[in-house]
């Protein structure tokens, strides 16, 4: 929505494309029970318009789907964007028309909506531009479990959870997956399910929301500081407001260790995981952050064997670090069973429940996967793009992702991605990372404009050196040790790259302008 704001009041017109069949992305497509997230930080970071910041009001530090939602639908309408968003339409593909310089798009009605769809929706458009704002967590993981399409009961994926409400009372529910969709969901329908079984694979590692009311004087001041909050967040690494990390968990005593983690530990959040500068470096730093973590589990849950099995063992923050209301104390209850994949791993599905390898199977009448994305690339590899003579971006990317800065690909002219692999994206403050690549993409299209040129396409050099110092930095951090989305290691046979830049928000912000300043430095305009 805010691409759409700012190419209007740049000029443009500007046409978006939207699957379902209202705003709000995420928040649209992620209903499942307890989705919510950090707006205290995200608060002071939208920048559509000051009247707009000071008006709305958040109730919660962690506000639920519902809400945000709700904020997406007046953002929508306050700024009048609606009239260009057409909805139930999915893009199937996008074509470079090399002797005309325009993107070819067709567009096909939303499977699901397709009884809804409008017959006058044109089958193929044109563009000069094409801009992807299909965000890095869209496409939904559904593991293809041998007999899944056989069970006769409710099945559910948390990213493409129903609009109508859905109870579990009376039920007895499997949830796939232990990650952040799971441990917001586990809680809330642990409380309505008769019986709810939890599958896990790998144990993560999950912090207290320390979820509160905004208070009013929290919000005044929050509002009357908008500015000043958001030129600070512009230089952390994640683009958001946290306590700074302290110079090296290596060089504090172990009480004084325990002590900044258990303040932490009551402030809430992901802050956590920025204790120390060295906690994503060093691998004994690393260790007393899981160490002090590990410890609350043990604590928290009442059964050691339950424990132990939740108690995560790979590097805290390698895979995302979970934020989490009750998630541990829900083993305490008796209507919870936690089953270990790595012991008795899902054989099949059947027509009653979960048939497993060397334990007896779990009849249920509702299967939830919480099973995640096929994140970063899944989206784009879905539609058909092709740039340059034909060329897929299938065959472009068959290494994994190639970008330059994370916005454009090298032989795809005029084609922009939002939030791509190979910028911050995920390791930010979500809101902040998409407005700045919104603001870079339009000045960049004001420029090409300006100089009466049509054609705005990333150089190959610029793009390979670029993937490079990805690669590198990458190599520097705990975060590519272990198997997680972030590498595509959730999906079989995805190539495993590092594909978020891990460099942070300051440096990577900085590398942008300055490409800009430099007449758009590794981009051929023609
Ligand atoms: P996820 O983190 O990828 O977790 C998926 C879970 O499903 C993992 O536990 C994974 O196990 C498991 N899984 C996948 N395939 C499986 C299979 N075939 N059999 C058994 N288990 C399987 O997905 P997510 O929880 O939807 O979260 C994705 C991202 O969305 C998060 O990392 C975060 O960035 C964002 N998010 C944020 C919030 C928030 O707090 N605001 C909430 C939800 C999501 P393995 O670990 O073994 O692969």
Known sequence: MYMLHRLRKAGFTAKVFEAGTGVGGTWYWNRYPGARCDVESMSYSFQFSDDLQQEWNWSERYSAQPEILRYANHVADRFDLRRDIQFRTRVGAAHWVDDANVWSIRLEPERRNAEAVDKTVAETVTARFCIMATGCLSTANLPDIPGRDDFLGDTYHTGRWPHEDVDFSGQRVAVIGTGSSAIQSIPIIAEQADLLTVFQRTANYAVPAQNAALEPDKVAAIKSNYARFRA???????????????????????????????????????????????????ETANGFAADFVRGKIREIVDDPETAALLSPTNVIGCKRLCVDTDYYRTFNRTNVRLVDLNVTPIREITATGVALVGAAPVDVDAIVFATGFDAMTGTLLRMDIRGRNGTPLTDAWNGGPRTYLGLAVAGFPNLFVITGPGSPSVFTNMIPAIEQHVDWITDCLENVRAKDKSVIEAETPAQDAWVEHVNLTADTSLRSTCSSWYIGANVPGKPRVFMPYIGGYPAYAARCEQVAQDGYDGFAVS
């Open 232 to 282: 600070i967040a512009q230089t952390r690494i994640s683009c958001a407001v946290f306590d700074l990390p302290r110079p090296s968990a290596l060089l504090e005593t172990p009480d004084e260790r325990e002590a900044e983690f258990e303040r932490r530990w009551q402030m809430g959040g992901l802050g956590f995981i920025g204790a120390y500068e060295d906690l994503l470096r060093d």
